[in-house]
């Protein structure tokens, strides 16, 4: 028997009977996707059944989430290199909180301590690890990649400026400031990481629009840094940076404000969309 071809295009829902549920994306305007079954390890395949699709999800439940820091050219020079840093020499890696999870579609609170409200967009070529990887070399990096998806590293740029020591997790980790979606394509689809368009959107007014082309340390070089005496476990998401037009490079930054719908784009991917709100009273985590 011929096995079944497995999916490229993956989401992850809550269907209409309330179950979490991966399928594969369908067609724009559909809400019916065929369910798959499989794993991060083997991948996934049709179960030759339907589901309605009631909320996105993100495409997986992050491992682990890691950001790279200045890793597009132009970014660097509009940020960095105006304050004196000097280009850095081998990837800058920070860390998000896995509770600072966000989907698609979902609102992003901006945080209700003192200036919290400096809330900046960052649209992220995002990969997903598939398999365990430690020590790789740039060559075999990308085999270890189990597909591609849209990241959006929400920052409140003073608390990640000023959160003590020069850290960025604090400003980068507040609840619902890592949106990651809506697709997870794999790396059937996407063969070349490196000549991908990314924009991003506020209100429907581009802010950043570039290629990952522009990136400094492209996605095998990142692999293999990360990777060196450190494993990189499957599900571990990595942000590889931003490029240039954030609201923070602004000679007067446009801050989000409540009501404003931000929207990042990647070719052969699709686009994560996002609306700014103030936080209920009763908040939690998300941990879906």
Known sequence: MTAAPKATRIIRFLSAEGNVVFGEEPKKGCRFADVLEGSIADGWTKTGKQAMIDTMLSPIVPTEIFCIGLNYMKHYHESAA?????????????????????????PVWIPALERG??????????????KPC???????????????????????RHWQKNAGAGQWIKGKSFDTFSPIGPVLVTTDEIKDPQALKLVSRVNGEVRQNS??????????????????????????VVMTGTPEG?????????????????????????TLRNFIVHPPEVTFASKI
């Open 246 to 270: 954030v609201a923070a490079g602004m000679p007067e930054p446009k801050w989000l404000k409540s009501g404003d719908v931000v929207e990042c784009e990647i070719e052969k991917i699709g």
């Open 211 to 236: 290629n990952t082309s522009d990136m400094i340390f492209p996605v095998r070089e990142i692999i293999s840094w990360m990777s060196k005496d450190m494993t990189l476990l499957p599900g571990t």
């Open 82 to 106: 105006g304050r004196g840093i000097p280009l850095p020499d081998k990837p800058s890696i920070f860390a998000k909180a896995l509770s600072s999870l966000n989907h698609h579609d979902r």
């Open 134 to 156: 430690r020590n790789v070399s740039p060559d075999e990096a990308l085999d270890y990649v189990l597909g591609y998806t849209v990241g959006n590293d929400v920052s409140s």
């Open 117 to 130: 409200d400096e809330l900046d967009y960052e649209v992220e070529f995002t990969f997903v690890i598939g």
